[in-house]
């Protein structure tokens, strides 16, 4: 870290006259200006000689907005290069170019692209020069446009994105400038890229300390140059302010490091139950000229890893309940949407989750913000391997030379999330029995705290005894655990004095909507890969009774964890199912069985024992459905809170009181299948909590279209996701309906793509049609950039069509 001092400078503090100027000014000149470049790119997939040239034609290329994902287009098959783990979708190499202007007033200035994510090996030119290379595909970079613009005139970026040579990940990558693009133009003095780093400290619920550390480009002389922050409550008012005025520097181009504390009084906290922010507008003036403001979101809270209590918040004890998810959107692929992002956050928060894993990489800068804004506890996590590889060819072919530079990158962009409270610099690495380690862990991890003391660090570690040579190393905080979940008991035996985070937790394996009898007994699949444990269908059980042999099932694991106070917390694999890796790895598969919510977003069985078992809120939920052969005996499961028992009748007749003892955490029932109604009523000392029914289907009649939000907004890029219910003439879902829906679309919003949930089906989501898997079906809509109506509709061959108008603003 430079001071002030060693640039040559000298820092004086202002005086309250000066600090009431700073809080008073008005910017009088045009100062950073940060515009969305996703638009109107043209994209060509296949290779293209000389396509940085300025003089080639690309008038026949597909124009389109970012992000983009092309392989989500793509056709499956288990012959792409990626194969099934990789998601079996094609890769390739893509080529992106926009043709754009800069205003001839911004000569003077400094002009940037930044690219939040691209996947994978990127060249850009600009103008046909070339700025730069990046290996990694989750990587946020910036380039500097400055030196090769025709201001006034047209210019010409282009973007090279190479994903051919696979396999290069162990699950679905996707392919392309799949995050957002921005331009961003400052004055020659100004703030840098991710040029703030917040911190808070003495943190009580009478005061905080809010500490400013300010990174300046170009530092210049320049008489009467001030910086000034101003700290905003979640309602606009400011509430602090601290300032200061510098010397001149000895020459221009140096980078200079300026700091200051803000006190906070009455702080309210950022916690998971209430993620209250602040906002810390940072200016940069020079007399009464504004040359720079940068925002950060500021958070307040403290927290501590315990040896023996483990975690609390801002003095409070409690568990970290989290999950792991890989960085798709489903069908929607990896190109990146907020609001997509935003209904799962949604989903795991209804659920009782308060944490997220960003397996195994950086994530999406949108996925922060929303933690942030959600509640959300996030262990960042940086690489998959190091050195030695896990996919042919991953990222290992760049670690030595890269993985300064990225890991650099990404918590200086990362660290003033206040959701951020775990870095993580590796999964599974395989040198965990290797010596190496012993070199690279410490590498790394004095990387992360030259840039951030505030958060621990660890690694998600399959091997967790003592011979691990990254713990050995010395160089990690938290001792992370991926499963080897019978072994937590005797965490303090293997490691005294040590803190303890179950990086990686349970690997349950689930198709919705699919029972096999009986339940209550644990079944694991071979280790075998060419013997899965699969039925016909390449279907699994939705009771929460099958495991891996690394893993566990989701009862068995979460037993474990809430029994005792030094396990500090737990991150689920996974909280949504993802392409690729489709454990046990048998195609026709495409998508992983993991999560505790489909691919499509709709929720298995197991979701609501973590509600019953995570959250307050009244939870009944019983299962499977009531459509069987007649005379087949059915096991009844029921997971429930807030009661003392659940009482089951079938067809008006009681079978009978359950109550959990001990540490169940489901009651069951073993009922001879008749049609009809199946009834579950809850009590707590004697009163009804609640009741739920399941009724026997007829035949597929209607369909239904329920959409989660009818109002959208006309920006290009909110989306509305539409379930499809296949009904019988009564209203119930019909469970085992599998009909071909088509939907139509008119107005000012277009079908993004269309799921059902089912881990084998190789349908297109790029399509406007879907068959339902178990009853169920999705579209989703997205807006244009007109305000209107949106009219959906859905007709299947025999069953009565539904349409729904949605409304775009």
Not at 376 to 394: G, L, N, Q, R
Not at 476 to 499: E, T
Not at 705 to 716: P, V
């Amino acid at each position: 870290m430079s001071s002030i001092k060693s640039q040559g400078a000298k820092v004086y503090k202002c005086t309250m006259l000066a600090i009431l100027m700073l809080a008073t000014l008005k910017p009088f000149a045009q100062t950073r200006q940060k515009l969305d470049f996703d638009k109107s790119w043209r994209f060509n997939l296949g290779a293209v000689e000389s396509g940085e040239k300025v003089t080639l034609n690309d008038s026949k290329w597909r124009v389109l907005n970012l992000p983009h994902d092309w392989s989500i287009e793509g056709t499956f098959s288990k012959d792409n290069p990626a194969t099934p783990e990789g998601g079996a979708l094609p890769g390739g190499i893509g080529w992106y170019r926009k043709t754009f202007t800069v205003p001839a007033a911004s000569k003077g200035k400094l002009v940037y692209i930044d690219f939040d994510g691209v996947y994978q090996k990127s060249d850009v030119w600009i103008n046909g020069h070339h700025l730069g290379f990046r290996p990694n595909g989750y990587i946020s970079f910036r380039y500097e446009l400055t030196p090769y613009l025709n201001f006034g005139g047209n210019n010409v970026i282009a973007v090279k994105v190479d994903n051919s040579v696979q396999p290069n990940s162990r699950w679905y990558s996707g392919s392309g400038i799949y995050r957002h693009v921005w331009l961003v133009t400052t004055n020659k003095t100004a703030i840098d890229h991710w040029g703030t780093y917040v911190t808070t400290t003495n943190v009580s619920n009478a005061s905080a300390k809010v500490n400013v550390q300010v990174q300046l480009h170009n530092y210049q002389k320049a008489p009467g140059l001030m910086i000034s922050t101003k700290l905003y409550d979640a309602a606009g008012k400011p509430v602090s302010l601290a300032g200061e005025a510098l010397s001149a520097a000895k020459s221009k181009d140096t980078a200079l490091t300026v700091a200051h504390t803000l006190t906070v009084k009455n702080p309210v906290l950022w916690s998971v139950d209430k993620p209250y922010l602040y906002k810390a507008v940072t200016q940069l003036i020079e007399g009464k000229t504004v040359l720079d403001e940068y925002t950060t979101t500021v958070g307040i809270r403290y927290f501590n890893f315990d040896a023996d209590k483990g975690f609390s918040l801002n003095g409070k004890p409690m568990k970290i309940l989290g999950v792991c998810d890989h960085h798709d959107l489903g069908s929607l692929g990896a190109a990146v949407n907020t609001r997509a992002l935003e209904r799962q956050l949604q989903m795991l928060k209804a659920m009782g989750c308060n944490g997220i894993r960003t397996s195994h990489n950086p994530p999406a800068p949108e996925l922060l913000d929303l933690c942030d804004k959600m509640g959300f506890i996030v262990m960042d996590e940086a690489f998959d391997c190091w050195e030695w590889k896990k996919a042919t060819y991953d990222y290992h072919l760049y670690f030595k030379e890269w993985h300064k530079r990225d890991l650099e990158d990404q918590v200086k962009r990362d660290r003033n999330h206040p959701s951020i409270m775990i870095w993580s610099i590796g999964n599974e690495i395989p040198q965990q029995a290797d010596s190496s380690a012993l070199r690279i862990a410490p590498e790394l991890a004095a990387i992360v705290h030259s840039l951030d003391k505030t958060r621990p660090l660890t690694t998600a570690n399959d091997r967790p005894d003592t011979t691990n040579k990254i713990v050995k190393s010395g160089a990690i905080d938290l001792i992370g655990y991926n499963y080897h979940q019978f072994d937590y008991a005797k965490f303090h035996d293997r490691y005294p004095g040590k803190k303890f985070i179950a990086t990686e937790t349970t690997s349950g394996l689930e198709t919705r909507g699919y029972y096999e009898m009986p339940s209550d007994s644990i079944r694991v699949w071979p280790t075998s890969y060419d013997k899965p444990f699969l039925r016909e269908g390449n279907n699994v059980s939705a009771y929460d009774n099958t495991r891996p042999p690394w893993g566990s099932t989701h009862e068995m694991t979460w037993k474990v964890m809430k029994k005792y106070d030094f396990l500090s917390g737990m991150f689920i694999w996974t909280g949504f199912d993802y392409l690729g890796e489709p454990t046990p790895y048998s195609w026709p598969s495409r998508s992983s069985y993991f999560g505790i919510i489909d691919l499509a977003g709709f929720p298995k069985d197991v979701y609501y024992m973590y509600q019953s078992e995570w959250t307050n809120k009244p939870v009944l939920h019983i299962f499977p459905h009531w459509n069987w052969e007649p005379g087949k005996m059915i096991d009844i499961w029921a997971y429930y809170n807030n009661a003392d028992e659940v009482e089951l009748y079938l067809n008006g007749k009681s079978l009978g009181i359950q109550k959990k003892t001990g540490d169940d955490l489901h009651v069951m029932w073993r009922v001879k299948y008749e049609p009809g109604t199946l009834k579950a009523v809850s009590r707590k000392n004697g009163k009804t909590v609640l009741t739920r029914e399941i009724h026997t289907a007829g035949a597929p009649a209607k369909i239904e279209l329920i959409a989660d939000r009818s109002q959208i907004k006309a920006d290009g890029k909110d989306l509305s996701f539409i379930t499809v219910k296949i009904l019988d003439k009564d209203g119930n879902v019909v469970p085992d309906a599998d009909n071909k829906v088509n939907f139509k679309i008119n107005g000012e919003g277009f079908i993004a793509s269309v799921d059902n949930g089912d881990p084998v089906s190789h349908d297109p989501f790029k399509a406007d049609y879907r068959k339902a898997f178990h009853g169920l079906a999705l579209a989703i809509v997205q807006a244009k950039e007109k305000a209107g109506t949106i009219t959906l509709t859905a007709s299947a061959d025999g069953l009565q069509g539904s349409t729904l108008v949605l409304k775009s603003r």
